[in-house]
Every structure is written in C-alpha cells, then in structure tokens.
C-alpha cells in the first residue's frame, strides 16, 4: 500500500490552490487532492461525457451554448449513475489514508468534487464541438 500511496502523490504533483494553517479540512482537502485529480483526469471526463452525450441520444450539439451548460449540470446532477461513475473516476485515485477522510465527510467532498468538475466541464464546453466535428 506504500508503494501506492507515494506512486499516487507523485503522480498526481503537487497541491493546486493555497493551503494555510487557516483552511478549513475540506478546503485543504480539495486544494491537495481534488483539484490535481481533477486536473490529471480531464480528458477522460470530457471522453466520458461526449460518451454520455451520445449514448443517451442527447441532441446536445445542437443546442445553443446556455442549453448545453445546463444539459452538463443535469447529467452531473440528476443522472446517479453518470455522477457515481465520475466519482468512480476520482476515488480511485485517493491513497488509503484520503479515502479514509473522504469517507468521514464524503457528503460535503462530493458536492465539492461534482460542483468543481461540474464547472471544468462547463468551462470547456467548445471541446465538445471540437470533437462532434472530428467524429
């Protein structure tokens, strides 16, 4: 489990965000290992959404640019199995001892884990264009 744990915080690079003696633990908590998961894994969830899009036969590309950031907050926000596997995406990234904190306040963390990866996803809306046009 060792050799996870460091392969883990190596490869994950360091903390995003400032950390001080005044952050609350969630807040240290996002800074330190949310926010560079987030950042390592963010073709896979922009991949993992354009899937979701087409799978489910959303005629998200057709929308204007306000209907597709609701489209992503829905998905994210009412489709549990979409928002379970994301989650998925980014636990299995946490080291023993974060899963072990995670689990302790996983309500507060997993509203801060999809509302920050929320918010990436919305943010890179035009990817999603970009890849429609590839197809």
Excluded: C
Excluded at 55 to 64: A, G
Excluded at 102 to 131: H, P, T
């Amino acid at each position: 489990m060792i050799q996870r744990d460091a392969f883990l915080n190596e490869f994950r690079g360091q903390p995003i965000g400032t950390v001080t003696s005044q952050s609350s633990p969630e807040e240290s908590f996002q800074n330190e290992v949310l926010r560079p998961i987030l950042k390592l894994q963010n073709d896979l969830f922009v991949a993992a959404f354009s899937n979701y899009v087409s799978k489910n036969k959303v005629d998200f590309y057709l929308h204007p640019v306000a209907k597709k950031l609701t489209i992503i907050e829905n998905a994210i926000q009412k489709d549990i199995k979409f928002r379970n596997a994301l989650k998925g995406m980014i636990i299995g990234l946490f080291t023993l001892a974060e899963y072990q904190l995670y689990i302790k306040n996983s309500s507060s963390l997993n509203k801060r884990m999809m509302g920050m990866l929320m918010e990436r996803l919305k943010s890179q809306v035009q990817l999603f264009d970009v890849q429609e046009s590839q197809n």
